[in-house]
């Protein structure tokens, strides 16, 4: 089981309850896989470095959780398909060297 960081960047135009569906279904991969969420925060709309399909706001969210890397494959794979989603970033989080 390794440390991940995962930052989801959603439509900024859904509201509060079809993120909450979407951040569920994130989660949900991660517990299936006996993985479990360490953090999750809210960051709001943020105002886009670029316009992504013509967005210049997004909802961002950032989650920090353990679990193997086959969770981690699901997860980039169910978020590539999934419309409401502008960007997604999943990086492992190292170890401190101290």
């Known amino acids: 089981m390794r ?3 995962i930052m989801l960047v959603f ?4 509201e509060e309850d079809a993120i909450g569906k979407e951040l569920k279904k994130v ?3 991660v517990e299936k896989g006996k993985g479990t969420i360490t953090d999750s925060q809210k960051w709001g709309v943020r105002k886009l470095a670029y316009p992504i399909k013509h967005q210049e706001n997004g909802y961002y969210h950032l989650i920090n959780f353990t679990s193997s890397e086959t969770v981690v494959n699901e997860i980039d794979r169910v978020n590539k ?3 409401k989603l502008l960007r997604h970033l999943i990086v492992k989080e190292e170890k401190d060297s101290k």
């Open 3 to 5: 440390n991940y960081e």
């Open 11 to 14: 439509d900024a135009s859904l």
């Open 27 to 29: 989660t949900s991969i």
């Open 81 to 83: 398909i999934n419309d």
